[in-house]
């Protein structure tokens, strides 16, 4: 069935330094994405959203990119602290419903 | 802040019995979900419920599983005849509007079924 997926099950960086966060989505019909942070022993955090009708969102050191045409979403975390230290995972919303496909995840470490 | 938060943390139950989850969601928001997350796997999409009623399911959600909301703060998950896949993290969540907008997460309720 239709997924989403992560390419990268861990990445690490340097403390400073800016993050990639890669997805992949398979279905053609989501209109809206999340990405999500969850730390050790704690429900999933929202991040920050975008909608399909947009490329590029930006939030507080956090930026958001949808390329529609190779269903590709990806999150950038600028100057990457210890604290963003976290599984990172990335959702899709089927058009039309009230559901969420969820990937698998990518930890990101964060090194001193 | 105001949050979501579950109980129990954790439950332990024995194969065949009955468990009931427990949510109080934010208290202005309408729409509510379960979720589930196995151990090292991703989070799955259970149910959504809005107005008393179950808005989605996903193929999860057979007829081992039904949601209430009893009252005006509680939402729960129930599993009647618990199976040894059922354990994993339970989490809540609930959020203002329709399903773009924001959904704030419980901490969870880790079931494990012996």
């Known amino acids: 069935g239709e997924s989403v997926g992560l390419h990268l099950p861990t990445l690490s960086v340097q403390e400073g330094d800016n993050s990639i966060i890669n997805c992949a989505y398979s279905n053609s019909a989501s209109d809206y994405f999340i990405w999500y942070k969850q730390e050790s022993g704690k429900g999933p955090q929202f991040i920050i959203d975008i909608r399909s009708n947009m490329d590029k969102r930006q939030g507080q050191r956090v930026t958001v990119l949808l390329n529609k045409t190779v269903k590709h979403l990806s999150l950038q975390i600028a100057a990457t602290q210890p604290g963003d230290s976290a599984v990172y995972f990335c959702a899709e919303k089927f058009s039309g419903t009230y559901k969420y496909i969820f990937g698998t995840g990518t930890r990101l470490k964060v090194l001193a | 802040e105001p949050e979501v938060t579950q109980t129990p943390s954790h439950q332990v139950t024995q194969m065949g019995q009955e468990v009931i989850l427990r949510c109080v969601p934010i208290s202005n928001h309408l729409y509510f979900y379960w979720y589930r997350q196995i151990l090292g796997q991703k989070v799955e999409f259970l149910v959504s419920?809005?107005?008393?009623?179950?808005?989605?399911k996903s193929e999860i959600f057979d007829d081992q599983f039904s949601v209430e909301r009893p009252d005006g703060s509680n939402f729960t998950l129930k599993i009647r005849s618990t199976k040894l896949e059922d354990s994993a993290m339970y989490f809540c969540a609930s959020s203002v509007g329709l399903a773009d907008n924001e959904q704030f997460f419980g901490p969870g309720t880790r079931l494990t079924v012996l």
């Open positions: 419920f809005y107005n008393n009623e179950i808005s989605e």
